[in-house]
Each structure stands twice: as structure tokens, then as C-alpha cells.
């Protein structure tokens, strides 16, 4: 069973976001860029499958610039076999390769590579859009578990465990099928520095989105990007009434 996890570069979750001075975008340039932390999740849950011999293959994939080769060795380093870069210069982050552009790429390299599953981060967190696992099983035409917190393999048969309004669900999916992760499915490992090094080694294929038949041309345009209002300062009331009163005449939300 072969599994492609896609992964995506952005921006570390540490770092505190800056907006750029015209307001076009978030600042990039001397930004630490890690991996998409629920991707780390996706790649670390293919791993265990292959580990348990469930799957023979795990294959990684990004889109971005050359730089971005870096968190395709770093999922390497966790256990995956190989990696594909479709390199493009477009920005990656608001404004740039939009989700069902993802979505077309995705499905182009699944007609290529012919996986069973195909697991992934439900969301990015710099876009938060949490739109490519759903596009890109519309686009198959293939079962989807969404969100997932537990992933068992019975046979033929893969069940999902989601969390709903109501608790937990299960679903039971045929191969071929499209998981993505939530944050309580497993706790990621830290890449050792043997395996660093033996991921140096590992196959890495550069594409190019032209090869792929897929446009990466925006159908949204971004009008500008501002930073949120400063939260202020909370107060203290002496009673109750005088707390209806500043929610009925100053925050007016009763």
C-alpha cells in the first residue's frame, strides 16, 4: 500500500507574524519557515502505518520554491521514502497557489504516483482555508475521512474516528480514500541526526506545474492584508447592574 502525504512550507508557528509596510502580504524575507505543523501530524501517521506494515511506500509532496526541498528532507528524516517539489516561484501564502490549485496538482500527482491513501493536515496555518482534502477528493471521486483523531486499518476496510458536535464518529473507507489529520491523532517525532543525514540521500523529484497541466493563476485578489485591532484592556464593575449597563450601552451586545 503506498501513501502520499502532501506538505506544505509556511511560516514556524513560533514566530510572530508581521504584516509588510504596503500591506500586500506577510513579511517572508529572514523568516524562519518550518512544516506545516497538522502536515507533520499527516506524515508522522503514514510512517507509523508503513512501520506497521500496513503500507510499503511513503511519498511526500510540496509546491513551492527551490527552499522548500528543506521540509521535504525534514519529512524524509521522520521515515518518508522520497519526495516530489513542484517548484514555483508563486507565493504560497495569501493571494498566491490558492487551495483548488493545490487541489488540481494533487490530483495529477495521484494519477501519476496511483496511491491507496492519501493523507494530509486539514488545514495550513497560515490560510487556515481547510479546503484541499475535501477539493481534492471531489476531484477523485474518492471516499474521505475528515479531521481524524484515530486511523485503523482492517483489511480492505480503513476506519476514521472524527470528533463531532456530539462526540466521535467512525468511518469506515475503502481504498483508495483521503485523510486528513487533526491534532490528536499522534504527537510527531523529532527527526534524529542519522536519519538526517540518510535523508541528504533519498530521491527527491523536481516538477514543474506545466508538467502537471495545472495553472497556478489567482481567481482571487487580495485587496490588503491589516493586523488585528489591539485588544483592549478589561474592566471591573462594582455590580451586576452596572454590568448590563455597559453591555446594553457600551459593547452593545444585549
Known sequence: MKILVPVKRVVDYNVKIRVKADQTGVELANVKMSLNPFDEIAIEEAVRLKESGAASEVVVVSIGPDKAQEQLRTAMAIGADRGILVQTDAPIDLGGVEPLAVAKTLKALVEKESPDIVI????????????????????LGWAQGTFASKVEI??????????????????????????????????????????????????????EPSALGVDY??????????????????????????????????????
Open 120 to 139: 494530509l493536515g486539514k488545514q495550513s496555518i497560515d490560510d487556515d482555508s481547510n479546503q484541499t482534502g475535501q477539493m481534492l477528493a471531489a476531484l
Open 154 to 207: 482492517n483489511g480492505d476496510t480503513i476506519n476514521v474516528t472524527r470528533e463531532v458536535d456530539g462526540g466521535l464518529e467512525t468511518l469506515a473507507l475503502k481504498k483508495p480514500c483521503i485523510i486528513s489529520t487533526d491534532l490528536r491523532l499522534n504527537e510527531p517525532r523529532y527527526a534524529k541526526l542519522p536519519d538526517i543525514m540518510k535523508a541528504k540521500k533519498k530521491e527527491l523529484e523536481v516538477i
Open 217 to 254: 493563476a489567482p481567481r482571487l485578489e487580495v485587496l490588503k492584508v491589516v493586523e488585528p485591532p489591539v485588544r483592549q484592556g478589561g474592566i471591573k464593575v462594582a455590580s451586576v447592574d452596572e454590568l448590563v449597563e455597559k453591555l446594553k450601552n457600551e459593547a452593545k451586545v444585549i
